[in-house]
């Protein structure tokens, strides 16, 4: 189904009408910073206006891409394709409305807001283009790219240690990457195209690769895939990331960028490798519940907000992955359902947590305490927030650990059951930390002149609450878009059906 | 006997032009005694910008230079980024108000006649006229590094290039020698069908292969004849680290790349193994070289030398996608290049252009058009998506995969992560680091320069399909 607009184009390419409006600006006199938050707001809201046009126009009965796209590109079978499914719409959301978020987040940064507000948009683009693209090397390309404006933004205007935090996310993930590159060039030479779909349907016909071929290939876009999620063990990057990123930077690492691994994992080694997938499946499942247990664990002794924050975000992926490996509906639905979850729960909990920063310019469990009485509507949502990452039924968090679960036992009870270990775990260390911070005796004095939420904050927070607990009680606002795109599977296993057209 | 009239000359257009002009301005300066001759970067330009438009593909020729001189797409292709690199770096040289304006003319000349010599190179058919190219490329390029006569580093850097490249060439010379010993045939083609026809190869020839390709590789600067690159490129002045290089070096990849690629097809499983591995010492001393460097010019010889290692790569390749990639690739290094040093020129601290790359730190905060643009030539240089290097390399590791060549791909990737480092490097000193020594703008040209290249690196995957379809369609000449 296509419209009369190139409407994802437009999508895609909008955030960049506000970096171009704020070059613009930048040097007319006045109140350069506020002109600069209010545009990039706009164009953000912008965004997600076509976004949501989007959701309104999308036919919820068709599995295929929608409002495709194709252009010339690069030739010989490689060409600019936008499509959006079933599995792509909803981190299209994601990503349209987080971006606001962070902005109307990023009150605290004072330094280069010009900047700042064109790192993210075009950040934007590139993530939204990402879920987009149908053509893998413009997949490649869109995923790789965001490499720039999130280095820029981790070592501009992050925290103390942030320009090893930037090397280390940029360098790690960029290796990763690189030897997936390998793996599309492969691809391209032996398919002669590099359309999603048709590779898909090609890999779904038969043995579209020798069997060690498609190992070799699966591994390599593995080794992107995992760095990114992260899995564990490389999944070391991410902590020091997101504890020296600004808040903004945080939110859209853990609610969108990280998706990018999962998504991918679905998207692209899933159909291309079916073998290859099913054969190596052990091998991804006990990552993901060393991912889920070992982090956990460190994360339950972790006494930095951030930083238990970012372990739980592992662990969180942990199950994405074991989902999506069960090859099992209710596994890859729980997967996808999870992604979305974990994106809007990380967000707030890291927004909460940036909150807590700004007003007492510290993270550490050891300082903190008592502040519920303090700051009493933070306190409820930090709650709810809390209790949706360690997976509370009625949250949003629950169904897709329960889905992911479910999908689990069909293939491995034990791997279902060290999985369950994890959520206990995850709600250990979530009421440790939030225990340490919020109840108790006030820990100092001076907490007490502390604001609770100003409106602004309030309603971000409240947006996402609301977010969290809708989809928690009705699910199948989400599900109903997803389910239309994940193809049934045949017992057994094999993600063979799995060709959208 | 073929009766010479200018018409049969079209193949030579160019060089004539070119060496025509050099030999006008250098009589209009002797009369005029004017070492700032006004009309002379006009002159050279209009040359220059003539030969990039009207250099024909085939097109007429006596025998005798169709013999030694050839002219198909490919050779337009690779001419066509030598001499508008050569304008460029002719601008760029274009001194600044308060730098030196003493040796335009003879810089201009001079650069002229060392084009003609590297259009000669690239188009080169048999040995004596690849020599003879070489030569007249190499030797005005020797007077132009030791120009700047009162600092003692150019002419440091300048007697080494001599010396090196003289070296190289007498070694060139000898092994041109053996060859033709051996074989009896000084044409490229001829050269290769004797040496198929052989039962065997022998001795001689080997030896003297080698040594023409050694010759070849210093050109190059390939590891492991790459030695002179850093010292070199650190101590002539910019303009002219510009034009080796941007001009330099895609002359001598280009003629590399036809020369293996065309005539020495056939024998492409005698020659691969050793591309490979120049391919991988050069990526490795690239990579490896530039980490630990402090000064800018000494940086970005090690990252040309990783950038002629993966050009190397698309050369092993052996293939048509290897041809086209090769082509592709120079295309953008030719970009990337001058915009990087465009953007090393336009901004001077208190005694000339940065030297060391703290002098750049804090650039985003004084000036962030600047430093965008470099950011976004050195992410470009790292192979970043969406920029323009990164098709680069995309093309070049689709034609070695396709070749088989996997490991010398991964090697390629990996290296490509390590020398990422340093360009971001710049990159993090540039905006993360509080701002320093104070940098100043200096000519528009460069300024523009670096605008033009940059906005063509940023938005190359928006419209890359001219530049690929162009080399695609060059390259097709050499593998019907």
């Known amino acids: ?501 | 006997m073929d009766t010479l009239s200018l018409t049969r000359l079209e193949s030579l257009f160019p060089e004539l032009l070119l060496a025509g002009t050099a030999l006008f301005l250098l009589v209009l300066t002797a009369l005029r005694g004017d070492g700032a001759c006004r009309a002379c970067v006009p002159a050279a330009s209009l040359a220059l910008a003539l030969a990039v438009l009207l250099a024909p593909d085939g097109g007429n020729a006596p025998d005798f230079v169709r013999e030694h001189f050839r002219t198909d797409g490919f050779t337009l292709f690779g001419k066509r980024l030598v001499f508008l690199s050569a304008l460029a770096c002719l601008w760029l040289s274009v001194p600044a108000s308060g730098e030196r304006d003493d040796t335009r003319a003879e810089f201009t000349i001079l650069l002229l006649l060392s084009v003609a010599g590297m259009g000669v190179v690239v188009s080169a058919a048999s040995l004596p006229a690849l020599y003879l190219g070489m030569e007249l490329q190499a030797l005005p390029l020797y007077i132009i590094a030791v120009m700047r006569r009162d600092d003692p580093r150019a002419s440091e850097a300048g007697l080494k290039y001599f010396v090196l490249g003289a070296l190289s060439s007498g070694l060139f010379l000898y092994g041109a020698s053996l060859v033709y010993g051996s074989v009896g045939r000084m044409g490229f083609h001829d050269i290769a069908d004797s040496i198929a026809g052989q039962a065997g190869v022998t001795l001689t020839t080997v030896a003297g292969l080698v040594l023409v390709v050694s010759g070849l590789a210093f050109k190059m600067s390939a590891a492991p004849f790459h030695m002179w690159t850093p010292d070199v490129y650190e101590g002539v002045d910019t303009p002219v680290t510009a034009f080796l290089a941007s001009a330099g070096k895609i002359t001598a990849l280009a003629l590399f790349a036809r020369l293996l690629l065309d005539p020495l097809l056939p024998l492409l499983g005698e020659w691969q193994q050793m591309v490979v591995l120049l391919s991988l010492l050069s990526m490795l001393a690239g990579a490896l070289g530039a980490l630990g460097q402090t000064s800018i010019k000494r940086l970005l010889a090690y990252s040309s030398i990783g950038h002629a290692g993966f050009v190397l790569m698309g050369v092993a390749a052996g293939n048509s996608q290897g041809a086209e990639s090769v082509l592709v690739y120079l295309a953008i290094y030719m970009a990337m290049t001058i915009g990087i040093f465009s953007l090393v020129l336009a901004m001077r601290g208190r005694d000339g252009p940065p030297g060391e790359i703290s002098a750049l730190a804090g650039l985003a905060t004084s000036h962030p058009w600047q430093a965008f643009l470099m950011a976004v030539l050195l992410f470009s240089l790292a192979g970043i998506p969406p920029l323009a290097g990164f098709f680069a390399k995309f093309h070049v590791l689709v034609a070695a995969v396709e070749a088989g060549l996997v490991p010398l791909a991964i090697a390629g990737v990996v290296l490509s992560v390590v020398s990422a480092f340093y360009y971001v490097r710049i990159v993090r000193i540039m905006y993360f680091d509080p701002p320093g020594a104070e940098v100043v703008p200096a000519a528009p040209v460069r300024g523009h320069m670096a605008t033009a290249t940059g906005l063509f690196v940023l938005a190359f995957f928006l419209a890359p399909a001219p530049l690929v379809t162009a080399a695609r369609a060059a390259a097709a000449g050499l593998f019907p």
């Not at chain 1, 190139?6 to 704020?22: N, W």
């Not at chain 1, 390998?182 to 016909?205: C, F, N, Q, Y």
């Not at chain 1, 991918?264 to 190596?280: D, I």
């Not at chain 1, 100003?454 to 996402?464: D, F, T, V, W």
Request: aromatic letters at 10%; charged letters at 10%; glycine letters at 10%.
């Open chain 1, 1 to 501: 189904m296509s419209t009369g607009w190139p409407l994802l184009s437009l999508l895609v390419f909008s955030p960049l009408g506000g970096v171009l409006l704020l070059l613009l600006s930048a040097g007319r006199p006045g109140n350069t910073d506020l002109r600069a938050r209010r545009i990039a707001l706009v164009s953000s809201l912008v965004t997600l206006g076509i976004a949501i046009l989007l959701w309104h126009r999308f036919d919820p009965a068709t599995g295929g891409y929608q409002f495709q796209e194709q252009a010339e590109w690069l030739g010989r079978g490689v060409a600019w394709r936008l499509g959006v499914d079933g599995i792509s719409l909803p981190f299209v959301l994601l990503t349209a409305l987080l971006l606001p978020a962070c902005i109307i987040a990023s009150g605290t940064v004072r330094i280069r807001i010009t900047e700042y507000m064109v790192a993210f948009l075009v950040l934007e683009t590139l993530m939204l283009g990402v879920f987009v693209s149908v053509d893998l090397v413009l997949f490649y390309l869109f995923f790789e790219a965001v490499l720039m404006p999130m280095f820029l933004i981790i070592g501009i205007w992050g925290g103390p240690r942030r320009i090893h935090a930037a090397f280390k996310f940029m360098l790690y993930t960029l290796l990763g990457s690189l030897l997936m590159l390998l793996a599309v060039a492969a691809i391209w030479l032996e398919t002669g195209t590099t359309s999603i779909p048709d590779i898909a349907a090609l890999a779904a016909r038969g043995s579209l690769f020798g069997e060690s071929t498609q190992t070799w290939l699966w591994l390599a876009f593995l080794a992107s895939f995992a760095v990114k999620l992260p899995m564990w063990p490389v999944h070391t990057w991410l902590p020091d990331a997101h504890v020296e990123a600004p808040t903004a930077g945080s939110v859209i690492l853990a609610g969108v960028l990280l998706k990018l691994g999962g998504y991918g994992l679905l998207r692209l080694s899933l159909p291309f490798f079916p073998e290859a997938s099913v054969a190596l499946a052990p091998l991804v499942l006990v990552l993901s519940v060393i991912a889920i247990i070992y982090t956990s664990l460190v994360a339950l002794v972790q006494e930095d907000i951030k930083k238990l924050i970012a372990y739980s975000s592992v662990a969180h992926m942990g199950f994405v992955t074991i989902g999506i490996f069960s090859f099992s509906r209710q596994g890859i639905e729980g997967a996808l359902f999870q992604m979305v979850s974990h994106g809007l729960v990380s967000s707030a909990l890291f927004l909460c947590a940036g909150l807590l920063h700004d007003r007492l310019h510290t993270r550490e469990l050891a300082r903190l305490g008592g502040l519920a009485a303090v700051m009493p509507r933070h306190a409820v949502l930090f709650m709810l927030f809390v209790l949706a990452s360690a997976g509370l039924p009625a949250t949003s968090g629950f169904v897709g650990e329960f889905m992911v679960l479910a999908g689990a036992i069909s293939v491995s009870g034990p791997v279902a059951l060290l999985a369950g270990t994890g959520m206990i775990l995850g709600a250990a260390y979530g009421l440790r930390m939030y225990g340490r911070v919020m109840f108790g005796t006030l820990a100092d004095e001076r907490f007490r002149t502390l604001s609770d939420l100003c409106p602004r904050e309030m309603a971000i927070l409240g947006l996402l609450a609301f977010l969290v607990l809708w989809l928690g009680i009705f699910p199948g606002t989400l599900l109903e878009i997803f389910q239309v795109s994940v193809p049934p599977f045949p017992d057994g296993g094999l993600p063979g059906a799995w060709n959208a057209s």
